[in-house]
Nanobody, 120 residues
């Protein structure tokens, strides 16, 4: 069974920094894309940052230039470094990965989410 386990997050002041990490575990063949989405209260879930297997990254417009995503294929992790945070970055951050399993082919997985709150 494949799992995405998130860590990090919490409360931070505006202008500060925080990091969230995610590790994939279980039985699978390969991880294709791996990254982060977020969802603020009353809003749709939106892309934050996504990486490909060759570690290319794509960012959502609201976070470009402030957030950086790192992927470690050996450790099966993806880490999001968030700098110059704004109150509007407050949201639940979800790890997302498209993972190839032997039985089911490519399957989209989600973590349970971790809260990031930015105070003004």
């Amino acid at each position: 069974q494949v799992q995405l386990v998130e860590s990090g997050g919490g409360l931070v002041q505006a202008g500060g920094s925080i990091t969230v990490s995610c590790q994939a575990s279980g039985n699978f063949v390969a991880i294709h894309t791996m990254g982060w989405y977020r969802q603020a209260p009353g809003k749709k879930r939106e892309l934050v940052a996504m990486t490909t297997h060759d570690e290319r990254a794509n960012y959502g417009d609201p976070v470009k230039g402030r957030f950086t995503v790192f992927r470690d294929n050996r450790e099966k992790t993806v880490t999001l470094q968030m700098d110059r945070l704004k109150p509007e970055d407050t949201a639940v951050y979800y790890c997302n990965a498209n993972i190839r399993t032997a039985q089911d082919g490519f399957v989209n997985y989600w973590g349970h989410g971790t809260q990031v709150t930015v105070s003004s």
